[in-house]
């Protein structure tokens, strides 16, 4: 999941800046070619699983400084679980080295990283500065000016809970494996925020827009009253 997610949200971020800009790309997103941006999610996630799988694949060495931690903390025997590691090599006391399947492995991983990033920033950015020139029309009513002021911020936002929830905690883990810092049972906490990342990202537009937030409490409240107008002796 984490890898297509690393393709997934460049091609959002590039969808919202073609429908702002009306850029021919949007074109793209409107007939068969839209084949092509939804591979582009998949194939991220393949050269993601497949780096995780040739790179980080289990090793014995790596599996004795994890049993400890595995019996003591979580209680858990080799025969119950699969895992995937990077594991980095002491060959002295003194002198440590990388493994180099590990260092490749973090390499490439860091290298998705980067470019989703960079892409996301580039066209996150094209689109603040559309939606500040959209503000700045002399012609442009004030209703349309509030529609535009809360794209802008659901727009921060939704930057924002990608990088938090995605880019951050997983450049956090790549480096603490180089650096040889041990995070133990706090490394779970981030297939916690992948998991709750799907449910999260939709958040800032209901709440911010106004529009969507009053459709929201309007079902929120039919919801809730739907017990009692059952009961009602009016209802049919």
């Not at 019996?71 to 119950?80: A, D, F, G, V, Y």
Request: net charge positive; aromatic share 12%.
């Amino acid at each position: 999941m984490f890898g297509v997610s690393l393709g997934l949200f460049p091609v959002l971020f590039i969808y919202r800046y073609s429908v702002l800009s009306k850029n021919k790309l949007l074109a793209t997103f409107e007939s068969k070619t839209i084949l092509i941006w939804l591979s582009i999610p998949l194939t991220s996630g393949l050269i993601f699983g497949t780096i995780a799988c040739i790179l980080t694949s289990p090793q014995d060495i790596a599996f004795q400084q994890l049993e400890p931690f595995l019996q003591n903390s979580l209680r858990i025997s080799k025969e119950n679980f699969e895992y995937l590691c990077l594991y980095f090599k002491s060959i002295t006391m003194q002198d440590k080295i990388l493994s180099n399947k590990s260092l490749l492995a973090v390499c490439l991983m860091h290298l998705l990283l980067i470019c989703s990033l960079i892409l996301i920033s580039y066209f996150g950015l094209k689109c603040y500065k559309l939606i500040n020139e959209k503000l700045n029309q002399s012609n442009a009513s004030q209703e349309y000016r509030n529609i535009q002021t809360q794209f802008f911020y659901a727009l921060v936002v939704q930057t924002m809970i990608p990088l938090a929830l995605l880019h951050v905690p997983a450049v956090l883990v790549l480096l603490a494996g180089v650096f040889q810092i041990n995070l133990g049972l706090i490394s779970g906490c981030v297939p916690f925020a992948y998991a709750i990342f799907p449910a999260v990202d939709p958040l800032p537009t209901i709440f911010i827009i106004k529009s969507y937030w009053s459709a929201t409490k309007l079902i929120l409240k039919s919801f809730l009253t739907f017990p009692r107008r059952l009961k009602s002796p009016t209802a049919v």
